[in-house]
């Protein structure tokens, strides 16, 4: 696989309003990806519901393989113009990228979309086509290693208005951000979260419309392998560790019973880290071979808490810039550098993790695992899981 899709997008809510009006789905079919971003007239649950439709509906007409001119009036028909304000019910920016990295992007009253490559903007030519009495802009470009999509509702061209700023966040300033923070960031789950960090710092967090990015970045697949917890048979530990051994990916140990076995097998000298300790965050050591070696279940624990805060905010926001540790490396490891990840879970079951107030099946070490690979499928992670 030479090419991956790192596809990501943050939204923040309109101000007391719990739901957002903006909605962006994504899937992966035999012939590529579809990706779909739908802005909602006004705020709330209506417009929730106006964008939610308009999403589904595109996302499965085009997978079945209906049209994009049958896609797009059936989203136009099912939706009218409001009547009093003479409005669309909602806009929509439509992303198909077939096997070649080829990518059709048709837009219909979103703000235009962002288009980075080699580090630089690039203009997009568009073609203007009316479909179902509206006008659609279409564009058509090639994607290779490292370029970027990135996709704004209107909320984030409205930041600031009469706060921070007197006219909003234009079009050309945004454009120029983004440009820098594609080219110090790897991953587009962080070059979300800074962007609608500085959204909502515009609109003093208390934002006056429903804000959203979507980025789309090429990216060259980094494979992750994470071995957590020993194996259920001790007669395992050999096959476990020619599994590390043989294994050419980013590789990380959570767990000091799952350190000492590769210690052991591999003939390798481990080396604990002391001045990685904190309060509540147990030190790294260091093997060689190996990326990272952590703690099992306290540093999983909370880097699972890191990560819940990373799928819903900025980075800063989920982790303190002195925040140096096993929680702060294996967070940055699992979100920014991979983007597969191999679970390998030792099936033993240590007593410590088990709570005497629950059943004997109910395992807090796993439970914790379970939640965190939920948690990186969210940030667009391909996740793989393996019992030894």
Not at 344 to 356: D, F
Request: hydrophobic share 35%; proline share 4%; aromatic share 10%.
């Amino acid at each position: 696989m030479k090419y991956f899709f790192d596809i990501n997008y943050k939204s923040i809510n309109k101000y007391s309003e719990e739901l957002c009006g903006d909605k962006v789905e994504y899937v992966y079919t035999d012939d590529g990806i579809i990706v779909v971003m739908s802005d909602g007239l006004g705020s709330g649950v209506k417009a929730n519901i106006l964008a939610t439709m308009t999403v589904k509906i595109a996302v499965t007409m085009l997978r079945e393989g209906a049209s994009i001119d049958d896609t797009i009036e059936t989203i136009i028909n099912t939706l009218p113009e409001c009547k009093v304000r003479k409005l669309a019910y909602s806009t929509f920016t439509i992303i198909v990228i077939d096997k070649d990295n080829n990518a059709y992007i048709a837009e219909y009253d979103n703000p235009p979309y962002f288009f980075y490559s080699h580090k630089r903007i690039i203009p997009i030519e568009k073609k203007e086509r009316v479909i179902g009495n509206k006008k659609i802009y279409e564009s058509n470009i090639r994607l290779g290693m490292g370029d970027a999509l990135c996709v704004v509702s209107d909320g984030a061209i409205h930041a600031g208005i009469g706060q921070m700023l007197n006219l909003g966040w234009s079009w050309d300033e945004i454009n120029e951000y983004l440009m820098e923070l594609n080219k110090v960031n790897r991953s587009s789950q962080l070059i979300n979260g800074n962007f609608i960090g500085v959204c909502s710092n515009l609109y003093n967090n208390k934002p006056g419309d429903d804000t959203t990015i979507l980025t789309v970045k090429v990216r060259k697949p980094e494979v992750l392998d994470v071995f957590i917890g020993p194996p259920a048979h001790k007669t395992n530990d050999r096959y476990l560790c020619e599994i590390m051994k043989s294994s050419p990916n980013i590789k990380i140990i959570c767990g000091g019973t799952t350190a000492l076995i590769a210690e052991r097998e591999l003939g390798l000298s481990l080396e604990v880290d002391m001045d990685s300790m904190k309060d509540d965050v147990p030190p790294i050591a260091y093997m060689e071979g190996f990326d990272l070696v952590t703690e099992g279940v306290l540093t999983l624990g909370k880097t699972l808490e890191y990560i819940k805060k990373l799928n819903n905010s900025n980075f800063e926001n989920a982790i303190g810039q002195d925040d140096y540790d096993g929680c702060f490396l294996l967070t940055k490891y699992l979100t920014d550098l991979a983007t597969h990840i191999n679970f390998y879970l030792g099936s033993a079951v240590n007593p410590a993790h088990q709570n005497p107030n629950f059943p004997a099946g109910f395992n807090i070490k796993k439970n914790i695992i379970n939640n965190l690979i939920s948690e990186l499928k969210k940030a667009g992670k391909k996740i793989k899981v393996t019992y030894i």
